[in-house]
């Protein structure tokens, strides 16, 4: 099986949303799935590495599964919208290997 593109991704959502009347949400509906999506990732990253431990009755979550929500509904907001997300991740690639390039200390510099 070969490795998931991102416009494969796009294409995935986009095939299984057009099969529904409804289509995508608006984009403020969006956002608020996407703020719930956050909340239940932070929730499991909260339990997994902070102080707050999870209660006894509480079921097993997953990071994973909330970080691949988030990227489901970042994907439908992207699709919507009409965004390559891939031309997107692109541009804030060459943001940050430009106006970042001397902010950290590279791992090739560092002193022996």
């Not at 909260?46 to 509904?73: C, Q, R, W």
Request: glycine share 4%; hydrophobic share 35%; net charge negative.
């Amino acid at each position: 099986m070969a490795d998931l593109t991102i416009k494969g991704m796009q294409k995935e959502v986009d095939d299984y949303i057009s099969q529904f009347k409804e289509g995508y949400f608006k984009p403020l509906s969006l956002i608020a799935r996407m703020t719930e999506e956050l909340g239940e990732l932070s929730r499991e990253v909260n339990h997994t590495y902070g102080e707050k431990p999870k209660k006894k009755e509480e079921a097993e979550g997953s990071i994973a599964l909330e970080l691949a929500d988030l990227m489901f509904v970042i994907t439908c907001m992207a699709n919507s919208l009409d965004i390559d997300l891939e031309e997107a991740h692109k541009a804030v690639m060459h943001k940050f290997n430009t106006r970042d390039a001397n902010r950290w200390t590279r791992k090739d510099t560092e002193e022996k």
